[in-house]
């Protein structure tokens, strides 16, 4: 019985070609610093974690936070529009870390505070313009 027996060569595929080319590889690794949330950033993410886990906190501590933070981006020239994405941003930090299956009503909870924060960031940011 004769068997026949090739040798197989692998062929280089593109991305193989490209591992061995010097230029191909970045010679340092691109490193960006971290994006760091501000103080007032993290205490509105603080009030969103909470309603999210269902930790319930006074009313006004969420008006403090998403007011501080108005206040905080309106002073950087911010639109009313660029502040209610942030808002909303920061608002999905803690869906993405907390996500589970069967986490309805932690998303409604959610989804309500983002809305009373939308309005009364809406509020504080034409509250100085006697409108």
Do not use: C
């Not at 909470?50 to 930790?55: P, R, S």
């Not at 930090?93 to 009373?116: C, E, N, V």
């Amino acid at each position: 019985m004769r068997r026949d027996t090739e040798t197989l060569t692998p062929t280089p595929t593109t991305m193989s070609l490209a591992l061995h080319i010097p230029d191909a590889v970045p010679a340092q690794p691109q490193s960006h610093p971290p994006y760091r949330l501000s103080e007032n950033e993290l205490r509105l993410r603080s009030q969103f974690v909470a309603t999210f886990t269902d930790n319930p906190q006074p009313a006004w501590e969420l008006q403090i936070a998403v007011w501080h933070l108005t206040d905080e981006l309106k002073a950087m020239g911010e639109l009313p529009e660029g502040v209610v994405k942030r808002i909303k941003y920061i608002a999905a930090i803690p869906i993405s870390f907390h996500y589970r299956a069967g986490y309805r009503s932690a998303h409604s909870r959610l989804a309500d505070t983002i809305s009373k924060a939308i309005s009364l960031s809406i509020v504080r940011y034409f509250a100085d313009e006697g409108g």
